[in-house]
């Protein structure tokens, strides 16, 4: 079955940590993207990557993290230097330079600050 | 103004009737628009995706859109207990000359089918 996974569902974090989300599709899709939600408000685009070994910041990149090393992962590290990291993380991804590119997420992973 | 603007809600709806969810956008030169699903605790899901003036129609769902009012509506026909969620409208933003977009969400509207 195609899809994008994400890892772990639920993390908890101590502050001053850094933590890595996992994000990994098998929809060979060249773009990949983060967001971030938090309740109340829309989502937001932190990273987002449309070939390998390139990505580019997003609207809330401050804190954040990216690498992409392979097509079929991207993953997010939230660093000490997030000052509200508690959110719920979404993981994206589609195709690139299609006219109408429809994005297909993961199932999220809920972080919270202890 | 925002870039997508929805009614938060909580737009109740009693089962079997239609529900109506709208969604209003800024950029005149927006040319698809998405809607999203998300129950909650969960990740969005997309349950229509609309590129031209008009009505399309997917089984309950039909979504409308009037690009000269830079209105996009979604109709859920025969609603049932299950469709209560949220629903978030996308509209992209091409962010590349890839002709890569990024999305900008509505904060989504809540919807509640009353059995």
């Known amino acids: 079955d195609g899809g994008i996974t994400q890892s772990p569902k639920y993390l908890f974090r101590k502050e001053g940590q850094n933590v890595t989300l996992s994000c990994e599709q098998n929809l060979n899709h060249d773009a990949m993207y983060w967001y971030r939600q938090d309740p109340g408000q829309g989502l937001r685009l932190i990273y987002y990557s449309q070939i390998v070994n390139d990505f580019q910041k997003g609207d809330i990149a401050e804190g954040y993290s990216v690498s992409r090393e392979k097509k079929e992962s991207f993953p997010l590290t939230v660093t000490s230097a997030q000052k509200n990291p508690t959110a719920f993380y979404l993981c994206?991804?589609?195709?690139?330079?299609?006219?109408?590119?429809?994005?297909?997420f993961g199932p999220g992973t809920r972080l919270t600050v202890l | 103004q925002k870039e997508v603007e929805q009614n938060s809600g909580p737009l109740s709806v009693p089962e079997g009737a239609i529900a109506s969810l709208n969604c209003t956008y800024s950029?005149?030169?927006?040319?698809?628009f998405f809607w999203y699903r998300q129950y909650s605790g969960k990740s969005p899901e997309l349950i229509m995706s609309?590129?031209?003036?008009g009505d399309k129609e997917d089984g309950r769902f039909t979504a409308q859109l009037n690009k000269a009012s830079q209105y996009v509506s979604l109709l859920i026909r025969d609603s049932q207990p299950s469709d209560s969620a949220t629903y978030l409208c996308a509209v992209p933003k091409f962010i590349s000359n890839f002709g890569n977009e990024k999305l900008t969400f509505g904060t989504g509207t809540r919807l509640t089918i009353i059995p």
């Open positions: 994206a991804s589609s195709i690139v330079g299609g006219h109408y590119n429809e994005q297909f």
């Open positions: 609309i590129y031209s003036n």
């Open positions: 950029d005149r030169g927006s040319q698809s």
